[in-house]
């Protein structure tokens, strides 16, 4: 559709009725600017925006245009006179359209556009150098028109509207050599650059860059705001999250927010001036964008390896280039380390600081080289060499080029072996290999005579005959095999070696080698005499006989040579027999002497309540005991007075006796008792002597205290020494109770209660506004509080240390306390203006006794001062330290609005020399006062102070309206009179 066909009057009636609907919905949701609350845009600053639905009026537009679509209006006032242009670039495919009008009109009375465009074209628009056109209309007329020509001091509204039913953001750019009204460029106003946050980007145009670490965190705005404004007074600096809210000033961000790097955020600045607020530069904003950049980064270690070799060392390298930081210290890419454990790396770029990476290197475990082998070469021809390692994995490498475990070598030489781990590590083991001596050898014979089949030969006496080779030695086997082996198996005592007919096998060594003979060994037999005795054992005063097996050719070693003797004294007799050829080997027979086994009795020789045990002992091994009561053993259980007899008999039948006398004694009565204690420990300290009335009552009994029972029934001296006061846990005590020679044992059982600990909960530490605080004690029952209470709970109102004492039945528990103090009213006070005009604001400042104070104000604000600018009843509430809370509220009032609506005058002329201005639409409080002034040249005839005054000359016309309040809150306003000199056309009447 063409726009000629879609602004047609009848369309535009037809879509009008259809949008007024939409707008319905638009105006609750957008709420976008209308003329009267026009965007003031100052120091021909950019605009970025995205129009959506209308205002709160769909205004009269006039001119080229009909009504309201998506539309946005703009305010700006000349500063420097001059030519005006503007480009305005959509940034999708839809039909921007746009009007300005003025000088110095009103929203209420705006006349026709002095520019105006609704061209369809989907394409940039605005005012250029070359256009001479001042206006187009709907359907694809030219979308730019003729600059214009501006003086300072005069004040336009540029209308902008997107047409099309899709929403596109448009940007625009001024130009032209005119400058607009603007705070930021008055170095009296702002006397410092304002400095732009962050990073330039890539382009001019492109928004400011804030490095963040991460894709998205918390930040907050307002610490951007001093370096923004650099020290320049009177300037405020607020945040948003659209290019729409930062134009109309809507939701500014005013606390920390998540922040992300797929957003463009916007600050705007904007001035109050102190001494006016009223002034129309208050208004203006200088908006720019914001971009957060992740500036985050990793740190990766690349190692040469993980495990350290012997002497060896291993090469870190980060895989960041600078900005590095080592657990050792270094800030290298890389580093060489030589000790194993974690190290550890952190990166940064001036900006994020890496997360930690760490690497463990781990030290090769020695593998323990060994070569196992006969080093010498002897008679053979080679021998074998094995290396052996511990772990597994490992691989061998030998000197002669072999890989394998084990080698075989046949000539004299170093050999050397190289491991080598799965981790690449080098372990070498080396062995020397030579050539032996071979000692000469021969087989050789012994002879002995012997009274059995064997005798006790000396095969040393063999060794002249073996080898006459000088430096060797003799080792003699009775197995061929360990001997070829060289083993220790070996003959323990070869100078006295028992055999019978028998092949001995003799290694012979030198230093270097070996060589095995035999060594052969004969028996020529003689029967050995044998000795018997009548009996083997001396009694004490006796006599023994020993008699030879052998009628004649005896030998006795007392010289005797009879086939008996008598012997009356303990001792080794040997016997030897000859048959004229061989003589035996000696034979002996001990007899023993036996000395008097001087029997004991020992016991209890006193009968108490128990029987008592004699016990027999008599030197010497293998007695045995028989007593008078035909009882055996060395042990007797008596219960009755009498004499009671043993005889010990040795194990040679030898009889001795002995005998001792048992009477009767006195017994203790008792019984066993218990100590119990409460103690805040599984131990406590025990009077032992305080169970004693408890244990006997018997007169003159003696008391002693043991660990052990077995101690106490032995009645040694491991007593307890010090039962007064005796530190224990629960245990059992062994009491031995003596009267004169009989006692008893009784147990005593130490018992410990641990004491109950109770704990107080308090409703609060602190009497806030003399508020009662509640102490509750952790048990239901068995309480007494300090003040006398035994309840489980109390209430207090009067600051002090509150005590605790609980009872289980058992024990009493130690006092516990809670210490309550009051709190001190800080005697909250506001201060500050209650009462203020329209569009300005006001501090309440809070005060409050003592330090360590917070505030919290209705509003929201959480310091001591709060700015409002709308009336209402302000509360802040004070918290102290010790977290009592305070409040204190004011009430503010704004003053009433005043409205400046003055209609447009009329012109002087020669037929009216002078007009009446006419303000009578101002809307103003009861006994506001009025005051007109007249600039430019104009002139006020009468009625200066009244809403109608009469004027008689071309020029400015100011109203001021001042509010009868205290505040005296003003509002001014402004018409511009015209006069028109030209004379009327002359009638001529014939």
Same mark, same amino acid.
């Given at each position: 559709?063409?726009?000629?066909?879609?602004?047609?009057?009848?369309?535009?009636?037809?879509?009008?009725?259809?949008?007024?609907?939409?707008?319905? %919905?638009?105006?609750?949701?957008?709420?976008?600017?209308?003329?009267?609350?026009?965007?003031?845009?100052?120091?021909?600053?950019?605009?970025?925006?995205?129009?959506?639905?209308?205002?709160?009026?769909?205004?009269?537009?006039?001119?080229?245009?009909?009504?309201?679509?998506?539309?946005?209006?703009?305010?700006?006032?000349?500063?420097?006179?001059? #030519?005006?242009?503007?480009?305005?670039?959509?940034?999708?495919?839809?039909?921007?359209?746009?009007?300005?009008?003025?000088?110095?009109?009103?929203?209420?009375?705006?006349?026709?556009?002095?520019?105006?465009?609704?061209?369809?074209?989907?394409?940039?628009?605005?005012? $250029?150098?070359?256009?001479?056109?001042?206006?187009?209309?709907?359907?694809?007329?030219?979308?730019?028109?003729?600059?214009?020509?501006?003086?300072?001091?005069?004040?336009?509204?540029?209308?902008?509207?997107?047409?099309?039913?899709?929403?596109?953001?448009?940007?625009? #750019?001024?130009?032209?050599?005119?400058? %607009?009204?603007?705070?930021? #460029?008055?170095?009296?106003?702002?006397?410092?650059?304002?400095?732009?946050?962050?990073?330039?980007?890539?382009?001019?145009?492109?928004?400011?860059?804030?490095?963040?670490?991460?894709?998205?965190?918390?930040?907050?705005?307002?610490?951007?705001?001093?370096?923004?404004?650099?020290?320049?007074?009177?300037?405020?600096?607020?945040?948003?999250?659209?290019?729409?809210?930062?134009?109309?000033?809507?939701?500014?961000?005013?606390?920390?927010?998540?922040?992300?790097?797929?957003?463009?955020?916007?600050?705007?600045?904007?001035?109050?001036?102190?001494?006016?607020?009223?002034?129309?530069?208050?208004?203006?904003?200088?908006?720019?964008?914001?971009?957060?950049?992740?500036?985050?980064?990793?740190?990766?270690?690349?190692?040469?390896?993980?495990?350290?070799?012997?002497?060896?060392?291993?090469?870190?390298?980060?895989?960041?280039?600078?900005?590095?930081?080592?657990?050792?210290?270094?800030?290298?890419?890389?580093?060489?380390?030589?000790?194993?454990?974690?190290?550890?790396?952190?990166?940064?770029?001036?900006?994020?600081?890496?997360?930690?990476?760490?690497?463990?290197?781990?030290?090769?475990?020695?593998?323990?080289?060994?070569?196992?082998?006969?080093?010498?070469?002897?008679?053979?021809?080679?021998?074998?060499?094995?290396?052996?390692?511990?772990?597994?994995?490992?691989?061998?490498?030998?000197?002669?080029?072999?890989?394998?475990?084990?080698?075989?070598?046949?000539?004299?030489?170093?050999?050397?072996?190289?491991?080598?781990?799965?981790?690449?590590?080098?372990?070498?083991?080396?062995?020397?290999?030579?050539?032996?001596?071979?000692?000469?050898?021969?087989?050789?014979?012994?002879?002995?005579?012997?009274?059995?089949?064997?005798?006790?030969?000396?095969?040393?006496?063999?060794?002249? $005959?073996?080898?006459?080779?000088?430096?060797?030695?003799?080792?003699?086997?009775?197995?061929?095999?360990?001997?070829?082996?060289?083993?220790?198996? #070996?003959?323990?005592?070869?100078?006295?070696?028992?055999?019978?007919?028998?092949?001995?096998?003799?290694?012979?060594?030198?230093?270097?080698?070996?060589?095995?003979?035999?060594?052969?060994?004969?028996?020529?037999?003689?029967?050995?005499?044998?000795?018997?005795?009548?009996?083997?054992?001396?009694?004490?005063?006796?006599?023994?006989?020993?008699?030879?097996?052998?009628?004649?050719?005896?030998?006795?070693?007392?010289?005797?040579?009879?086939?008996?003797?008598?012997?009356?004294?303990?001792?080794?007799?040997?016997?030897?027999?000859?048959?004229?050829?061989?003589?035996?080997?000696?034979?002996?027979?001990?007899?023993?002497?036996?000395?008097?086994? $001087?029997?004991?009795?020992?016991?209890?020789?006193?009968?108490?309540?128990?029987?008592?045990?004699?016990?027999?002992?008599?030197?010497?091994?293998?007695?045995?005991?028989?007593?008078?009561?035909?009882?055996?053993?060395?042990?007797?259980?008596?219960?009755?007075?009498?004499?009671?007899?043993?005889?010990?008999?040795?194990?040679?039948?030898?009889?001795?006796?002995?005998?001792?006398?048992?009477?009767?004694?006195?017994?203790?009565?008792?019984?066993?008792?218990?100590?119990?204690?409460?103690?805040?420990?599984?131990?406590?300290?025990?009077?032992?002597?305080?169970?004693?009335?408890?244990?006997?009552?018997?007169?003159?009994?003696?008391?002693?205290?043991?660990?052990?029972?077995?101690?106490?029934?032995?009645?040694?001296?491991?007593?307890?020494?010090?039962?007064?006061?005796?530190?224990?846990?629960?245990?059992?005590?062994?009491?031995?109770?003596?009267?004169?020679?009989?006692?008893?044992?009784?147990?005593?059982?130490?018992?410990?209660?641990?004491?109950?600990?109770?704990?107080?909960?308090?409703?609060?530490?602190?009497?806030?506004?003399?508020?009662?605080?509640?102490?509750?004690?952790?048990?239901?029952?068995?309480?007494?509080?300090?003040?006398?209470?035994?309840?489980?709970?109390?209430?207090?109102?009067?600051?002090?240390?509150?005590?605790?004492?609980?009872?289980?039945?058992?024990?009493?528990?130690?006092?516990?306390?809670?210490?309550?103090?009051?709190?001190?009213?800080?005697?909250?006070?506001?201060?500050?203006?209650?009462?203020?005009?329209?569009?300005?604001?006001?501090?309440?400042?809070?005060?409050?006794?003592?330090?360590?104070?917070?505030?919290?104000?209705? $509003?929201?604000?959480?310091?001591?001062?709060?700015?409002?600018?709308?009336?209402?009843?302000?509360?802040?509430?004070?918290?102290?330290?010790?977290?009592?809370?305070?409040?204190?509220?004011?009430?503010?009032?704004?003053?009433?609005?005043?409205?400046?609506?003055?209609?447009?005058?009329?012109?002087?002329?020669?037929?009216?020399?002078?007009?009446?201005?006419?303000?009578?639409?101002?809307?103003?409080?009861?006994?506001?006062? %009025?005051?007109?002034?007249?600039?430019?040249?104009?002139?006020?005839?009468?009625?200066?102070?009244?809403?109608?005054?009469?004027?008689?000359?071309?020029?400015?016309?100011?109203?001021?309206?001042?509010?009868?309040?205290?505040?005296?809150?003003?509002?001014?306003?402004?018409?511009?009179?015209?006069?028109?000199?030209?004379?009327?056309?002359?009638?001529?009447?014939?």
């Amino acid at each position: 559709m063409s726009d000629c066909v879609k602004k047609h009057p009848l369309f535009i009636m037809l879509k009008k009725l259809l949008f007024s609907l939409l707008m319905i %919905f638009h105006l609750s949701i957008f709420a976008q600017e209308d003329c009267a609350s026009a965007i003031t845009v100052c120091g021909n600053s950019g605009i970025n925006y995205t129009p959506i639905g209308i205002g709160n009026t769909n205004e009269t537009l006039g001119g080229c245009l009909s009504y309201e679509n998506h539309s946005v209006w703009y305010k700006f006032t000349i500063a420097t006179s001059g #030519t005006l242009t503007f480009d305005l670039a959509p940034t999708g495919p839809v039909d921007y359209d746009w009007a300005i009008y003025g000088p110095n009109v009103t929203c209420a009375n705006r006349g026709t556009p002095v520019r105006c465009n609704a061209s369809g074209y989907y394409v940039n628009t605005g005012m $250029n150098m070359t256009n001479t056109n001042t206006s187009s209309g709907a359907g694809n007329t030219d979308p730019y028109c003729k600059y214009m020509d501006v003086v300072a001091g005069q004040t336009y509204y540029l209308y902008v509207d997107n047409w099309s039913t899709t929403v596109y953001t448009f940007n625009l #750019t001024w130009g032209g050599t005119a400058t %607009f009204v603007s705070p930021f #460029t008055n170095s009296t106003i702002a006397p410092n650059p304002f400095v732009p946050p962050g990073v330039a980007g890539p382009t001019a145009s492109s928004p400011r860059e804030i490095n963040i670490c991460g894709s998205t965190t918390t930040f907050n705005f307002s610490t951007l705001s001093a370096g923004i404004l650099n020290g320049n007074p009177n300037f405020t600096v607020n945040y948003y999250s659209t290019a729409n809210n930062a134009a109309t000033g809507n939701n500014p961000i005013t606390t920390p927010i998540a922040v992300n790097t797929g957003t463009t955020y916007y600050y705007n600045i904007s001035y109050q001036d102190p001494n006016n607020p009223n002034n129309s530069i208050n208004s203006c904003k200088q908006t720019n964008a914001i971009v957060f950049k992740d500036k985050s980064l990793t740190a990766v270690i690349n190692a040469s390896a993980t495990k350290l070799c012997p002497n060896g060392n291993i090469t870190l390298t980060s895989n960041n280039a600078t900005g590095n930081t080592w657990s050792t210290g270094e800030t290298t890419p890389s580093i060489t380390v030589t000790t194993p454990g974690t190290y550890t790396l952190t990166s940064t770029n001036g900006i994020c600081t890496s997360p930690q990476a760490s690497v463990i290197i781990t030290q090769d475990t020695d593998p323990t080289v060994q070569i196992n082998g006969n080093l010498t070469l002897c008679e053979s021809t080679s021998t074998t060499l094995t290396a052996t390692s511990t772990g597994t994995g490992n691989t061998y490498l030998w000197s002669t080029g072999s890989t394998a475990a084990s080698i075989n070598v046949s000539t004299p030489g170093t050999y050397t072996v190289t491991v080598k781990t799965p981790a690449n590590c080098q372990y070498i083991k080396s062995v020397t290999v030579v050539q032996g001596a071979v000692p000469v050898a021969q087989n050789a014979t012994l002879t002995n005579c012997s009274i059995t089949t064997t005798a006790t030969f000396d095969l040393t006496t063999a060794q002249p $005959n073996i080898s006459t080779t000088s430096g060797i030695t003799f080792d003699y086997y009775v197995n061929q095999a360990d001997a070829l082996a060289g083993n220790t198996n #070996t003959i323990a005592t070869p100078t006295a070696y028992l055999s019978g007919n028998a092949t001995i096998y003799v290694r012979v060594k030198s230093t270097t080698c070996s060589k095995v003979v035999s060594l052969q060994l004969n028996v020529t037999q003689l029967a050995s005499p044998t000795i018997t005795s009548s009996s083997s054992t001396i009694c004490f005063g006796g006599n023994v006989t020993l008699t030879s097996s052998a009628a004649t050719g005896n030998v006795w070693s007392n010289g005797a040579t009879t086939q008996s003797i008598t012997i009356t004294s303990g001792g080794i007799y040997s016997l030897t027999t000859s048959n004229g050829i061989c003589t035996t080997t000696p034979v002996s027979f001990t007899v023993t002497a036996e000395s008097d086994p $001087n029997p004991q009795i020992s016991g209890n020789l006193i009968v108490c309540g128990n029987p008592t045990t004699l016990t027999a002992t008599s030197n010497g091994t293998g007695n045995t005991y028989t007593w008078s009561t035909g009882a055996t053993g060395n042990t007797l259980s008596v219960s009755t007075p009498g004499t009671y007899t043993v005889t010990v008999k040795t194990p040679a039948n030898c009889q001795y006796t002995k005998s001792v006398t048992v009477t009767q004694g006195a017994v203790p009565i008792v019984q066993n008792s218990s100590l119990s204690l409460c103690s805040n420990t599984n131990t406590a300290t025990f009077n032992l002597t305080s169970s004693q009335p408890n244990i006997s009552a018997t007169s003159g009994v003696v008391f002693s205290y043991y660990l052990n029972q077995i101690d106490a029934l032995a009645e040694n001296n491991s007593t307890i020494a010090t039962p007064t006061a005796y530190l224990s846990g629960n245990a059992t005590i062994y009491v031995l109770v003596k009267s004169g020679s009989c006692s008893k044992v009784a147990e005593l059982q130490l018992i410990v209660n641990i004491k109950p600990i109770p704990t107080i909960t308090t409703s609060s530490n602190v009497i806030c506004n003399n508020i009662p605080v509640t102490l509750t004690s952790s048990s239901a029952t068995g309480n007494t509080w300090s003040n006398g209470a035994t309840t489980q709970s109390i209430t207090v109102s009067n600051p002090g240390n509150y005590t605790l004492i609980y009872n289980n039945g058992t024990c009493t528990s130690d006092p516990v306390s809670v210490t309550i103090t009051q709190g001190v009213d800080p005697n909250v006070q506001i201060t500050g203006v209650l009462n203020f005009c329209q569009g300005s604001s006001t501090t309440l400042t809070a005060t409050a006794n003592g330090t360590g104070n917070t505030f919290l104000w209705s $509003n929201g604000a959480t310091t001591a001062t709060t700015t409002v600018n709308a009336s209402g009843t302000f509360i802040v509430t004070v918290t102290t330290p010790n977290g009592c809370q305070y409040t204190k509220s004011v009430t503010a009032t704004m003053d009433p609005a005043i409205i400046v609506n003055i209609n447009a005058p009329g012109q002087i002329d020669c037929a009216h020399s002078q007009i009446t201005l006419n303000a009578a639409a101002s809307v103003y409080q009861p006994g506001s006062t %009025f005051l007109w002034t007249a600039t430019g040249g104009g002139n006020i005839v009468s009625g200066a102070n009244t809403l109608t005054p009469i004027v008689n000359a071309a020029g400015t016309y100011t109203l001021t309206i001042t509010s009868a309040t205290p505040n005296g809150c003003t509002k001014q306003g402004s018409v511009t009179v015209i006069k028109n000199i030209t004379p009327p056309s002359s009638v001529f009447l014939h």
